[in-house]
């Protein structure tokens, strides 16, 4: 358990002279100086203010605290109010730092839990709760802001609310290595701080307001507007929900849009209603051309705006194209068919007079007849409107996607170009193909020209993608970076209808040619040329971003990703510093570094001086503390630090050797396998003896139904993987058999044969499982995402739960007995994990770096070169991914930030692995257990290919 006061503030934030970033600054400080409060404490930080009184610490673990909401428009006249109030009744509180951080805790899209939440008040005791509440409300009385969904306001229309929840208190690391706010009550009971959208207290809290009690919640159906009866809801945001209901006056099914007061506001004071108006107001402008739902109805209700339309029966674009993409693709009729009527659907709104501005999947609804329907038509203006940018990331041309999306109203500018559109159109039609990324056609940064030695992927994608390559011309002509040059609808219709359209003789994407006719087989994916100075300038420009972004002076090594993930252990491997820690390690060993070595030395003081700050050592090692003690080991043995590598060692001796899970990020497996590596590296018993032990647990926890091997998540375990029962090297068999393996020739290295041939054995049988388990179709394996369950051939490409880490286990198997069984399936789980490699992202847990780690084994332990080639390729493939950020080439963007998992670091890991070798990161040898008790080799089964090590074998360094 970790204590942490609420604030628990990052120091202070970067110095920006903006006016929009020093305004509410200004505002607090001027309040303190006017109201005496010069000796308190004002810290601001990147998203929010600390202000204390002095010699006042915050002193209650949790309570009722209150909340006061604001728009970007309101936030001074709001902060200055209400700090006069908490001022002068001495009460600590925090506000959002700026006007952008006020913009999105009131963004549509913000969690609906923390949405609005500009000030945070921290009452002293119940009876301050009630003065504050009060004197806070009549401040604030007339302004604007939206409402908390997860609290409970003084009054109906008041900017300030309450909620029950930590001020300062227990912060638990669960056993998914999460940090969660837990609140012990008086009783001692425990429960969890949530921020739900919906207001809840624990059972010892007293209602803070005598006399008055909760409304009690009932499950009555919702009728709105007096006459639409909800009957579920589609979609729910920050900035209202989407409905389906019935309409008691006509007897018809509608679709209801709710748009919530003040959500989504702007410093022009405009909000998401007004939105909604347009959109009502393009509905009807739209009615003539019959490719719209019908507006029915537009009314208020309690300060919030709802909009009623005609129910368009059907099925939304991007659930289309997922469901033809699990059949292979659309056929030849219908993808030429769907395409034209994208065509002219966007034709016909332009020819009108419109921009859509927002063309996407999401936003058309294909109908049981084929026909296309806009559903959204939000952002739809006139042509040639000023209007500030609106779209969405992946579909958006480039000269808009330069503009962003935080642009002011006095910034807007005439982006509702029909070229635009055509750009999206031409990014839709690609999607409604391929069902991949729509980046492959758009471009993977944001106001970046592609750079002129970028290689075209769409000639490639198309070999693997048959539907494609009918229309490559014409995606290639809507999508060009000049908008200029980009194709009109006229002539996209003409080609559609011409001799070079879908129907002709010599279609296909530039560079490629239709295929003659559909084959049985599955297509095989093309890859780029590897480039190795492609890949050496992505190496040198991620690790100097690594270098830039690192925060030593901070609670975290480096920044989370932009995209919302849990709070997690800040020295773990796979979301922490000891990953990122790594793959510096890795780049000043191969590369040969000073500045390198330096940020090593750097990143390795910071993750030894927090070496035992948790107070549960949890084993797993990619969220456990397994890969931390692995990480500063080989840190300091590069740093030649004796001391840092003791203490490491240390680390690693005290980890737990019984653990409800026996897997290999959360639990025993992990930890034993960090043991081994260790224990090879130091030959130290005190290592092997606790491996051993994780060992012999893992053997009790093993499930043996049907003469399977198994190993289920314990229900026991504070984990959201409990129960689990997967195949998967993550967190299940396959990950738990490599270590087994490894084990049994630890085991029999000291002579314990024993031991050994149980490890042996277990390994034995858990490969075995695998063979069974397995489908194989066009030579490629795939698996059950669970035990019993069907085989899942998409994705393909997953090291945590597919073919990646499966083969990972298989191919050392396989070295190690000498069964052809093993080796064969690890060859048609290669097959599998390059079938799309198109459809992965980059990262090393979920995306290609792990598929080009189990490649690169592949190539290693058969000696067949052709695996390296397809690594090679691979590595093209992250490379035609690569986005720009400040004159860098990085492999990752902010929204997977530089964490080992999925971020840059384990993507940069695998491509300094490529290009200067050295052994598969977080693994031992790949040393041969010794024969064992098993099924017996079958009579035409051969030996595996590729040299069998011995038990002995010390790891690779």
Same mark, same amino acid.
């Given at each position: 358990m970790t204590t942490h006061p609420d604030p628990h503030p990052p120091p202070a934030r970067p110095h920006d002279d903006s006016a929009d970033s020093?305004?509410?600054?200004?505002?607090?400080?001027?309040?303190?100086?006017?109201?005496?409060?010069?000796?308190?404490?004002?810290?601001?930080?990147?998203?929010?203010?600390?202000?204390?009184?002095?010699?006042?610490?915050?002193?209650r673990a949790h309570g009722w605290k209150l909340h006061v909401s604001a728009t970007p428009l309101s936030a001074a006249l709001v902060l200055a109010r209400s700090a006069e109030v908490l001022v002068r009744h001495t009460a600590s509180f925090k506000f959002a730092v700026d006007l952008e951080r006020v913009t999105r805790l009131g963004d549509v899209w913000h969690d609906r839990g923390t949405g609005g939440k500009f000030i945070t008040a921290y009452p002293e005791d119940d009876d301050q709760f009630r003065i504050l509440a009060r004197e806070l409300d009549v401040a604030t009385a007339g302004l604007g802001g939206p409402r908390i969904l997860s609290d409970r306001p003084v009054r109906p229309g008041s900017l300030v609310s309450f909620r029950y929840g930590q001020f300062s208190g227990d912060m638990i690391l669960t056993d998914d290595g999460v940090l969660e706010p837990w609140m012990t009550g008086p009783d001692g009971s425990r429960i969890k701080d949530e921020r739900t959208a919906g207001f809840v207290f624990p059972p010892w809290a007293t209602y803070p307001f005598p006399g008055e009690s909760v409304a009690p919640t009932t499950a009555a159906p919702v009728l709105l507007g007096g006459r639409?009866?909800?009957?579920?809801?589609?979609?729910?945001?920050?900035?209202?929900?989407?409905?389906?209901?019935?309409?008691?006056?006509?007897?018809?099914e509608v679709i209801v849009k709710h748009s919530r007061a003040h959500v989504g506001a702007r410093l022009d004071g405009t909000d998401v209603r007004d939105r909604l108006r347009d959109e009502a107001r393009m509905l009807d402008q739209l009615a003539p051309l019959g490719v719209t739902p019908g507006k029915v109805h537009l009314f208020d209700e309690q300060g919030d705006l709802f909009l009623a339309e005609e129910l368009v029966p059907g099925q939304p674009l991007h659930l289309w194209q997922s469901a033809r993409a699990r059949d292979g693709g659309p056929g030849a009729d219908e993808a030429a068919a769907t395409v034209t009527r994208l065509v002219t659907l966007l034709r016909t709104v332009h020819e009108a007079g419109f921009v859509i501005?927002?063309?996407?999947?999401?936003?058309?609804?294909?109908?049981?007849?084929?026909?296309?329907?806009?559903?959204? #038509?939000?952002?739809?203006?006139?042509?040639?409107?000023?209007?500030?940018?609106?779209?969405?990331?992946?579909?958006?041309?480039?000269?808009?996607?330069?503009?962003?999306?935080?642009?002011?109203?006095?910034?807007? #500018?005439?982006?509702?170009?029909?070229?635009?559109?055509?750009?999206?159109?031409?990014?839709v039609l690609f999607s409604v193909l391929t069902d991949l990324d729509p980046r492959w056609a758009a471009g993977w940064t944001d106001g970046v020209v592609r750079p002129q030695d970028a290689q075209p992927a769409l000639p490639l994608i198309a070999l693997a993608h048959p539907a494609l390559a009918p229309f490559g011309e014409l995606i290639d002509g809507l999508t060009r970076t000049d908008p200029g040059a980009r194709?009109?609808?006229?002539?996209?219709?003409?080609?559609?209808?011409g001799p070079n359209g879908p129907s002709g003789p010599s279609t296909g994407t530039p560079g490629t040619t239709a295929p003659a006719a559909a084959t049985t087989t599955a297509p095989r994916a093309a890859l780029p040329p590897y480039r190795p100075a492609a890949i050496d300038r992505l190496l040198d420009d991620g690790v100097a971003h690594l270098q830039r972004t690192m925060t030593p002076s901070r609670a975290t090594l480096w920044p989370a990703p932009e995209w919302n993930v849990p709070r997690s252990d800040p020295c773990n491997t796979w979301n922490g510093a000891a990953g990122v820690l790594a793959t510096l390690t890795?780049?000043?060993?191969?590369?040969?570094?000073?500045?390198?070595?330096?940020?090593?030395?750097?990143?390795?003081?910071?993750?030894?001086?927090?070496?035992?700050s948790a107070d549960r050592l949890l084993p797993g090692l990619c969220f456990g503390r397994s890969g931390t003690a692995w990480a500063l080991y080989d840190a300091a043995r590069l740093l030649g630090d004796t001391a840092m590598a003791e203490r490491a060692i240390t680390l690693a001796e005290r980890l737990p050797t019984r653990w409800p899970s026996p897997d290999f990020t959360h639990g025993l497996s992990g930890a034993g396998t960090a043991r081994l590596y260790l224990w090879h590296a130091t030959a130290r018993d005190s290592l092997l003896d606790p491996a051993l032990a994780c060992a012999d647990a893992v053997l009790d926890a093993?499930?043996?139904?049907?003469?399977?091997?198994?190993?289920?998540?314990?229900?026991?375990?504070?984990?959201?993987?409990?129960?689990?029962?997967?195949?998967?090297?993550?967190?299940?068999?396959?990950?738990?058999?490599?270590?087994?393996?490894?084990?049994?020739?630890?085991?029999?290295?000291?002579?314990?044969?024993?031991?050994?041939?149980?490890?042996?054995?277990?390994?034995l049988g858990a490969g075995d499982t695998l063979v069974r388990a397995a489908r194989v179709e066009d030579g490629r394996a795939a698996w059950p995402a669970e035990v019993g369950g069907e085989a899942q051939f998409r994705p393909a490409t997953q090291w945590c739960n597919g073919p990646a880490g499966i083969g990972t286990f298989l191919v050392r198997l396989g070295s190690a007995t000498g069964l052809r069984r093993f080796a064969d399936l690890a060859e048609q789980a290669a097959a599998a994990v390059v079938g799309d490699p198109w459809r992965a992202i980059a990262g090393a847990c979920c995306g290609n770096a792990g598929t080009g780690h189990f490649l690169l084994d592949m190539?290693?332990?058969?000696?067949?070169?052709?695996?390296?080639?397809?690594?090679?390729?691979?590595?093209?493939?992250?490379?035609?991914?690569h986005c720009v950020s400040d004159g860098l080439r990085l492999v990752a963007d902010a929204t997977s930030g530089s964490e080992y998992g999925n971020g840059a670091a384990g993507i940069l890991d695998f491509l300094l692995r490529l290009r200067h070798g050295g052994a598969r990161p977080w693994s031992v040898s790949r040393a041969s257990a010794p024969p064992a008790a098993g099924p017996a080799k079958s009579p035409a089964e051969g030996p595996a290919e590729g040299p069998s090590k011995s038990p002995a074998e010390s790891p690779n360094p």
């Open positions: 020093l305004l509410l600054l200004d505002v607090a400080r001027a309040v303190l100086s006017r109201s005496g409060g010069q000796r308190w404490t004002l810290q601001p930080t990147d998203s929010w203010c600390f202000v204390r009184p002095p010699d006042i610490a915050v002193r639409f009866k909800v009957v579920r809801a589609i979609r729910h945001a920050n900035k209202g929900g989407v409905y389906r209901a019935l309409d008691e006056r006509t007897g018809l501005r927002d063309f996407k999947p999401h936003n058309v609804m294909i109908t049981p007849a084929g026909d296309l329907r806009l559903i959204d #038509t939000e952002y739809v203006v006139e042509a040639g409107q000023e209007r500030a940018p609106a779209y969405t990331r992946g579909f958006a041309a480039p000269e808009v996607r330069a503009l962003g999306l935080h642009a002011s109203p006095a910034e807007a #500018t005439e982006v509702a170009g029909p070229e635009a559109d055509r750009f999206s159109l031409g990014v194709w009109t609808l006229p002539h996209a219709l003409a080609w559609l209808a890795h780049g000043a060993r191969a590369r040969g570094s000073t500045s390198l070595l330096a940020t090593v030395a750097e990143a390795a003081r910071w993750l030894d001086e927090r070496l035992f093993a499930d043996r139904a049907d003469g399977d091997w198994s190993w289920p998540t314990s229900h026991d375990t504070d984990s959201v993987l409990a129960g689990a029962h997967t195949y998967g090297f993550a967190h299940g068999t396959a990950g738990v058999g490599t270590f087994l393996l490894a084990a049994a020739a630890a085991a029999e290295a000291r002579g314990r044969t024993g031991d050994a041939g149980r490890y042996a054995a277990a390994a190539a290693e332990i058969t000696g067949e070169a052709r695996y390296r080639t397809h690594a090679e390729g691979i590595a093209a493939v992250i490379e035609a991914q």
